[in-house]
Structure formats: structure tokens, C-alpha cells
């Protein structure tokens, strides 16, 4: 067996506001939506969106993703100028990775990092 791809569900209060949000704020399209879960794509990337009752999500606000970016400074510019609301500016790690968090309308957590040449 070989896995191909996966996509993490995040679990939000308001399907169209939080759809609105990945569209307009941070670039994403809609790949599909049926009733209240959609998918949406950014590259290569996919992120399902479950507005919260649907069965086996949790609590809007208790996602998480960590998503691999060739860069993250432009990024950053380019949504919070469009108003995302974010933890601080992309900064190297220890780790190797140089990243920042933002937050969907929920609170649910989206990492977006870029290795550092010490990686």
C-alpha cells in the first residue's frame, strides 16, 4: 500500500465565513463543498473545513496543521495585509525551520514554515 496524499479536518463554527477567510485571506480555493464540510486547495496542499455537529470533529478552535512553504516572509505580508490575525512574525528555529502561526476565525492554528539554511 502506498499512502498519496492526506487531509487534515478542521472543525469551524461557520462554514461560509471560515471558506470566506481561506479564500479571500489566505489564497486557498474551493475544491468542493457538500452540506456543511468543504475542501479547499492551495498548490498541492488540501485542507477540509466541517462546520462543528457534523460527526467525528471536535470543537471549533482545536485544529492544528503545520504546512511546508518554499517562503513564509512575502506570505506573511501578503495575508496580514489582508487581515489575518497571526502569533508574531516568521522567525528561524533552532529546529531549522523559519515560520510564523495564524489563526482561522476560530482559532484553529495554521503553522506556515520554510527550512533555514542551517537545515
Do not use: W
Amino acid at each position: 500500500m502506498k499512502i498519496n496524499s492526506a487531509a487534515t479536518v478542521f472543525p469551524v463554527s461557520d462554514l461560509d465565513a471560515s471558506l470566506r477567510f481561506f479564500i479571500e485571506v489566505l489564497g486557498f480555493s474551493e475544491d468542493f463543498r457538500f452540506g456543511q464540510y468543504a475542501g479547499i486547495k492551495r498548490d498541492d496542499c488540501c485542507l477540509h473545513l466541517s462546520a462543528h455537529g457534523n460527526p467525528n470533529t471536535g470543537a471549533p478552535g482545536t485544529g492544528a496543521v503545520y504546512f511546508f512553504c518554499d517562503e513564509v516572509d512575502r506570505y506573511f505580508a501578503e495575508i496580514t495585509e489582508r487581515g489575518a490575525v497571526t502569533d508574531g512574525q516568521p522567525r528561524d528555529y533552532d529546529y531549522g525551520m523559519r515560520d510564523f502561526i495564524a489563526r482561522d476565525p476560530d482559532g484553529n492554528q495554521l503553522t506556515f514554515g520554510t527550512p533555514t539554511q542551517r537545515a
